[in-house]
Every structure is written in structure tokens, then in C-alpha cells.
Nanobody, 124 residues
């Protein structure tokens, strides 16, 4: 069982930056692929990006070049650096972990473990 806890959300103006953190209850770096998801009111949950055990990353087209996932030197940490934020980035952001790469398919997102989420609000 892995418990995940996100932090770092808040309110920011368009063009600003935030850094989200996800702390896991176990060493996830050597076993779990991890991802950040987000869900805006009235919209489906979507995957923002993922990082594999090997350190490979992938991003949604909507955030490429603006968001960066990384693992911390503390092996149970995951970060999401968000730059050049837009109002469309407003959502609840969730951290997830799985032995497979967490994905979304046909409107559903799949991961073994989820955090409770942290709210990001970007004003214009």
C-alpha cells in the first residue's frame, strides 16, 4: 500500500508558476511509475505527465514546454514544476503511482494509488 499526499497548490495569475509536490509513504523511485493528473469542473480527468522508474517522461500536448515532472533526491518525492500558467490549467491536480504507467482511456484514468489532490487556480 502506498499513500500519496500532494501539496503546493494555490492561486496564481496567468503567466505565473507553481511547484506541486507529492510525498509517498514508500520508496517509489525504484518500483513505481508515477504521474500527475488533473480534473477541472465538468471535465474529464486527464493525465498531465508521467515519469517512469527509468526516469523517462511524457507530457500532454497542452503542457509540453511549460510543465516538468521530476523525482526528488528523497526517493519518495515527485514534483510538478508548472510555468507560464494559463487559466485553462485551473483544476484539481492528483498524484498517482502504479507498477505500470498510469493512463487514461475512454474517459477513465487508471492507477493503483491516488493522492487526495491539490487545487490550482489560475486567474486571467
Amino acid at each position: 500500500q502506498v499513500h500519496l499526499m500532494e501539496s503546493g497548490g494555490g492561486s496564481v495569475q496567468a503567466g505565473g508558476s507553481l511547484r506541486l509536490s507529492c510525498e509517498a509513504s514508500a520508496n517509489t523511485a525504484t518500483q513505481y511509475n508515477m504521474a500527475w493528473f488533473r480534473q477541472a469542473p465538468g471535465k474529464e480527468r486527464e493525465r498531465v505527465g508521467f515519469i517512469t522508474v527509468a526516469g523517462d517522461t511524457g507530457y500532454a500536448d497542452s503542457v509540453k514546454g511549460r510543465f516538468t515532472l521530476s523525482r526528488g533526491s528523497i526517493k519518495n518525492s515527485l514534483y510538478l514544476q508548472m510555468n507560464s500558467l494559463k487559466p485553462d490549467d485551473t483544476a484539481m491536480y492528483y498524484c498517482a503511482a502504479d507498477l505500470r504507467i498510469p493512463i487514461c482511456s475512454r474517459g477513465n484514468c487508471f492507477a493503483a494509488y491516488w493522492g487526495q489532490g491539490t487545487q490550482v487556480t489560475v486567474s486571467s
